[in-house]
């Protein structure tokens, strides 16, 4: 399953790491270490992730009024216009991976990942405290 993700946002013309810095992004603007935060990432291993999508001209960035020390990151239109473009040959790339499974078996799927992730990521909180 990975192989075929990574093959498919290559084909997009994006990693897996810039892919979901992006879909973090999508969903607001946000400081590096939120987005970090977001996508399972050590904060310290984010920036070069960042850098990347800041030269291709889809992710931008301005000085946070509430940390002179932080920047806050959002798509620039250019991003938000190749995020916006790329949902449905995403949706249409899902639906061809998960073909082979009824909905029933798509949804319990789903539900059963949605647990793993929320007890890693309740783990992975706890032990930075």
């Known amino acids: ?3 075929a ?3 498919y946002l290559v084909e997009q013309g994006i990693s ?5 810095t992006m879909a973090a992004l999508a969903e607001g603007e946000r400081t590096q270490t939120q987005v970090a935060a977001a996508t399972a990432v050590d904060p310290r291993n984010m920036g070069p992730t960042i850098r990347k999508l800041i030269e291709a001209g889809w992710v931008q960035t301005r000085l946070n009024p509430n940390d002179a020390r932080s920047r806050l990151l959002s798509l620039s239109v250019a991003g938000r216009a190749w995020w916006d473009e790329a949902q449905p040959r995403l949706r249409r790339g899902r639906e061809q991976f998960f073909r082979a499974l009824t909905s029933d078996e798509l949804a319990t799927l789903e539900a059963l990942l ?3 992730e929320a007890a890693h990521s309740h783990e992975s909180t706890s032990a930075s405290n």
């Open 114 to 116: 949605g647990k793993l």
């Open 16 to 20: 897996t790491a810039q892919f979901a």
């Open 1 to 3: 399953m990975e192989r």
């Open 5 to 7: 993700w990574n093959t």
